[in-house]
């Protein structure tokens, strides 16, 4: 990415800038004068000057050699303190800025994440060996104590060379903070006076649109941050006091502050989602975000395939549904109804009689309730399953039993399927729920890797998904089993019932709060109206049944999906871990501004197939650029790039279709100038 350089500071050097200012530094920090007498030695007035000097600058105007674009589409989240010591896991119980890393990764937009706990904030992350600053934007969630000794100037550095500022739930307590924000911190209050929008804005159009110029606050007697302005606009107030400001540095550059009571309301609000959202795409400019109406999306899993104790414990005893069930009550109704589900298989079969862990695949058997059990043939029909386009293979674990079935309580093996063996606690793989314990991390290593080998041998699938049998998972730190899951490149994990996980090899995100997630039956669809609210905008519902509700009324499939409301759209899991998988980068010369959609095995898998397609979001400022060029041309990878009208690219959001394939797509916008 090409972007302006910041200015360098060196000991002793001056520059002039076009306006006849000069810039001075020392010991790292930027001194502005306006005459070389009247030297500015407060903090405040220092970056109060700066903003000036900065904001003095013609936007309109456009030099050739400058990039179209010059700041980076990449964010920083800059937060008091992360509760893991290993920097990878982020928890929504224990990290306060988990709702906001949540809503980062369900947009696609790229970020990084500073602890002030652990690291000091210099120019070293905002500014790159080249010059360039790193990030079009900082999210800012910090406050006193946590930025008492860091490098605010840095930031103000930064800012300078174009990276945006947007500061939430924050009393930003710091003069070179207040210079950047336009505002200083007076007092906390508390009003239920409603919360107004004063003026028409990019940011408040949507809610405007939707006639939410106002939002009642009856009986929200929380305690928010009294600010005054210093130079900031007020877009929204709560009688008298500015509850958000935008401070407009440059066309490209904003420090924009949210008096949000608390974070999880920009996750859990619609009202401060939406300018949450908005507040970002001014930020940085654009965002580029999955073109999916999650709201009215859903996600179907089946849990159980292939577990052996359906076939003798009494509380959860059924035939396992057999190919020919397969084919007419699975597989044609999702034909039917354009769904794609995905089957959480078993691929260890705990069987009593040679006290060892077994293909489940090979069972033939008639069981006490005289039901005839093949599972071979269940086998069959999920290939059909998967051979139609259908159904998706992800991992339940190996055996969905304890990993150690011998020790007391035990052993399982010979212990009385009407007493002990029932139990429900030996039923569950990946945390010892017999026993009150943890499963080591080997040992939870050695069962997920088993069943990765096997789902591979027996339907060459390479599941993405891990939703451990009985809920049962571990933890702590070490153990913890999403990051085993992540290390071994499963791309999602259901951690039940509180917990849900983006995965990758740098980072196990909670993205608790952003796709709501329940259990369904064939007792139990009576209440799916219910359990499909609330919905959330940036996350699929994600429900899960078993393989018994078929067993016990084939046409169930067709009843869950008939009983979905008639807006609702299906979502496979392996479309849903591309989506959050697809790496989105962007790029800008002067003549050229460039996306790309990186789609890489194994996450992206499903993109091989299918198309994708991304929205578009434009800044007002950015969509003014574009306007005054004389021409635009559009393409994507090797297609003829076509002429396109400002109109066409402003509507928005402005849709992107990517086609399939792995790898690297590139959209590309050229520009005459
Ligand atoms: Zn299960």
Redesign the pocket.
Known sequence: MTSQRARCNRPASTAKDRNGLVFSSFIGRTIITNTPRARANNPASIAILFLLIVSTRGWGEVRPQQPLLRKPYRVLLVVEKWSDPESILVDHEKDRFQPVAALLKAWSVPFDILRLDEQHLDATYLIDRSGDIRYGSVIWLADLPSYKDQNIAALAEAVQAGTSLLVAKSRFLDPTLEALVGAKFRQEYTATDPIRTTEPHFITRQLAAEGLNALNTNWDFATRFWIEPQGAKVLIDQAGHPVLTLNQIAGDVSTIWLGVPEISLLRDSPYWREIFFRSLVCSLEYLVQPDVDYSHAIEIEM??WG?ADKGFLSYWHYLEPNEETLREHLIAPLEKHHAIFAANVITGYADRKTKRIVSPWEQKFTDSWGLHQDYASTRRGLLDAVAAGVLQIES?GWD?METDLESPPGPWWTADLKGEASADGWYSEFADHRRGTEVPAIVQRFHLQRGLHFIEKDFGQRPLELRP??GGWSKSQFNNTGRLAAQLGFGIFHAEPDFFYYLDHQMVLDMTGISPHFTTGYDRLNTLQTDLKPAHLDGPVMVVFHDRDISLRPDFVESLLDALPADYKPISANQYVGILHTQIESSSTAAEWQVNFDDEDPYCAFFEKHSSSWRLWLSDSLREKLANLPSMRLSIDKEAAKAIRPEDLSRQPFVIDVPAGLGRHVWRLDAAR
């Open positions: 849990d159980d577990t339940h969905h049998g009985n």
